[in-house]
């Protein structure tokens, strides 16, 4: 196994994208620490990314809006970079409970961002979305498309590349790196690791694993009257592992950069609703039901990435396909019918 003395501080890291950036993090023989505090993750987790990796991260059940053992947690460790994962993603949640929505993703990260200073970490990734962008009005979308968020999680992510943009101009010594990510979606090909949604989900990939699965009787298509090919809306899927890596490649960045960028994590190109309907068919042998309702409130017809700049920088590029992405989202499907919590045996 290689080795690197590094020590990476994931917030969130039990979470869907962190535990498979911890998996990318340790095969590459980084030292891995967990603050979360298990709001939208399971602590089993942890023995996966051991399975598959043969290593165990370190963990701290952390909330980060707690400053007193956000500081607590840090001198215990010496860090090297920050990947911050941590906060709350449900665009829905985020319109009928706004103030929850903004407490924690703010709140989390200005303690974070005090925190790293106090104890001079001043090496950053931060989980942005692609979300934070306005409809656009050229296509791919590149990292200096118009922005302009249309609800209260969108607009937290554009709130902290403010403060983060703030941040970075008081002091040169931060070294600030934000991914906008498009749409992560698919599982560790092992099937030991992947999205684990709770409630109904409200994201296209779990809700079409559920309809494959049995569970749900048939997904409803959010719109088909679209300025698009077949009517539905156009995304950019990326495999998770995918962007797993991209933050790989972001950490040997920070090393030779300043102040601070910001990059797409897409693949470059876009899918329609029933293009991954097909796809996840052909994936897992599964005639899908489905049925078309109306459109979505807040879905913008056609977003995809221009990746160039990452390519260009960073040297990474997304190299999972479609197929690869419904494949692994199945597989983690199947082998984990429950996710990560085991039915009892009767
Ligand atoms: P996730 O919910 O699976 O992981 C987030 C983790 O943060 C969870 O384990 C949760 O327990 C933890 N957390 C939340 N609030 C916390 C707090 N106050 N203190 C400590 N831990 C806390 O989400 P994910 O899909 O892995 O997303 C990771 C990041 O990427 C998020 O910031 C999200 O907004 C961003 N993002 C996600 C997507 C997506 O579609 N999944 C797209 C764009 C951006
Ligand atoms: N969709 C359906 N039926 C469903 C779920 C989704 O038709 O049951 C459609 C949506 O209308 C959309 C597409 O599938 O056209 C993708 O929807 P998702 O909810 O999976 O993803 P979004 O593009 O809406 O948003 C996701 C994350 C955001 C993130 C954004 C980044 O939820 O947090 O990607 O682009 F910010």
Redesign the pocket.
Known sequence: MKTNSKNILL??G?????SHTAVELLNAGYHVTI???????KIEVLSRIEIITGAMPEFEQ????DEAELSKGFDKYSFDAVIH?????SVGESVTNPLDTYE?NLL?TIYLLKVMRKKAVLNLIF?????VYAIPETLPIKENNVLGADCPYGRS?LMIEEILTDLSVSDPEWKIQILR?F??VGAHPTGLIGEDPSGIPS?LFPYLSRVAQGVYKELKIFGSDYKTSDGTCIRDYIHVVDLAKGHLSTLSRLDHSSGMEIFNLGTGHGYSVLEVVKAYEKASGIKIPYIFTERRKGDIPISYADPTKAEHLLGWKAEKTIDDMCKDAWNWQTKNPNGYIKKKKE
Do not use: E, M
């Open positions: 917030t969130g039990t979470g869907y994208i962190g603050f979360d505090n298990l709001s939208n993750s952390i909330d980060l809006r994962f941590a906060g709350l993603k924690n989390s989980s942005g979305s692609a979300t992510k990510y749409n992560p994201n």
